[in-house]
Nanobody, 120 residues
């Protein structure tokens, strides 16, 4: 019932910046939490940042001060501004949301992922 489309990944040199976008569409009552997770080769998927409908944010310690998450509730769109990128930020980045799809039911949804590669 919810489709998430990510964009903005790519290749960048260490110290550079990228901006990821995630747009939610489909049939739902409301979007609750939105967030970004990432998965590097051979590693488990990990939290990068989340933002709730009231714009309260949460960041992994590894990205605090470098990444900024934001959202537009009216457009059901979320962004991740990534600055001062490091090679260890290289991963597939996944958009996530918890959406209320029925009157008394919410569910989790994931995007297809976008590759971010940071060269040293």
């Amino acid at each position: 019932q919810v489709q998430l489309v990510e964009s903005g990944g790519g290749l960048v040199q260490a110290g550079g910046s990228l901006r990821l976008s995630c747009a939610a569409s489909g049939s739902f009552f409301s979007i609750n939490v939105m967030g970004w997770y990432r998965q590097a080769p051979g590693k488990q998927r990990e939290l990068v940042a989340t933002i709730n409908s009231g714009s309260t944010t949460n960041y992994a310690d590894s990205v605090k001060g470098r990444f900024t998450i934001s959202r537009d509730n009216a457009q059901n769109t979320m962004w991740l501004q990534m600055n001062s990128l490091k090679p260890e930020d290289t991963a597939v980045y996944y958009c996530y949301t918890n959406a209320r799809v029925k009157l008394y039911w919410a569910d989790d949804y994931w995007g297809q992922g976008t590759q971010v590669t940071v060269s040293s």
